[in-house]
T-cell receptor
Framework: ETGVTQTPRHLVMGMTNKKSLKCEQHLGHNAMYWYKQSAKKPLELMFVYSLEERVENNSVPSRFSPECPNSSHLFLHLHTLQPEDSALYLC??????????????FGPGTRLLVL | AQSVTQLDSQVPVFEEAPVELRCNYSSSVSVYLFWYVQYPNQGLQLLLKYLSGSTLVKGINGFEAEFNKSQTSFHLRKPSVHISDTAEYFCAVSDRGNNFNKFYFGSGTKLNVKP
């Protein structure tokens, strides 16, 4: 496996379900991100982890709960979601060092549909 | 705060014609600039980036972009497009020297190449 992988690629869930999205990066990076991509809207940054510590949370509802157990893995735990949460969820990683090459590499995304 | 404007939400063009996708940004500090491409049902793929040096940047698939500091623009160009270039293109900026890689994305431009 190379780059950034995400599982599952597609997910359908009811509003009372609990599910988790998984992201894994094989690039040796130390920062990981969750983005939400909705139709006709710019990418929304949800969470940023740098060196496994959450450094940014852009006022995301508590029904989204991130977890970063190590620098290679990132999870997004979902519970009691709303239909408006249906979107493409993208994971990205980068090497977060002062002055370093600041490029984010994205996974293929998880297409989520909340019924 | 930074912001990115992609004025054209959709750009139709015939195959082998030239194309320019516009990107303007606002920022009070120096920035890094990026273009990403998203093919249907896929994540974002880095097309090219400007970090420093020459203002004309060449990327993959024959694309290039020019950084214009006075006009705060970073337009993407290709002299002759192919059907396979049909995708959505995102411009992004990131602060120089910030503590982590916070990217600001435009709302995207859908390029539709017609035969």
């Amino acid at each position: 496996e190379t780059g950034v992988t995400q599982t599952p690629r597609h997910l359908v869930m009811g509003m009372t379900n609990k599910k988790s999205l998984k992201c894994e990066q094989h690039l040796g990076h130390n920062a990981m991100y969750w983005y939400k991509q909705s139709a006709k809207k710019p990418l929304e940054l949800m969470f940023v982890y740098s060196l496994e510590e959450r450094v940014e949370n852009n006022s995301v509802p508590s029904r989204f709960s991130p977890e970063c157990p190590n620098s290679s893995h990132l999870f997004l735990h979902l519970h009691t979601l709303q239909p408006e949460d249906s979107a493409l969820y993208l994971c990205a990683s980068s090497q977060d060092t002062s002055g370093s090459l600041k490029t984010q590499y994205f996974g293929p995304g998880t297409r989520l549909l909340v019924l | 705060a930074q912001s990115v404007t992609q004025l054209d939400s959709q750009v139709p063009v015939f195959e082998e014609a030239p194309v320019e996708l516009r990107c303007n940004y606002s920022s009070s500090v120096s920035v890094y600039l990026f273009w990403y491409v998203q093919y249907p049902n896929q994540g974002l793929q880095l097309l090219l980036k400007y970090l420093s040096g020459s203002t004309l940047v060449k990327g993959i698939n024959g694309f290039e972009a020019e950084f214009n500091k006075s006009q705060t623009s970073f337009h993407l160009r290709k002299p002759s497009v192919h059907i396979s270039d049909t995708a959505e293109y995102f411009c992004a900026v990131s602060d120089r020297g910030n503590n982590f890689n916070k990217f600001y994305f435009g709302s995207g431009t859908k390029l539709n190449v017609k035969p």
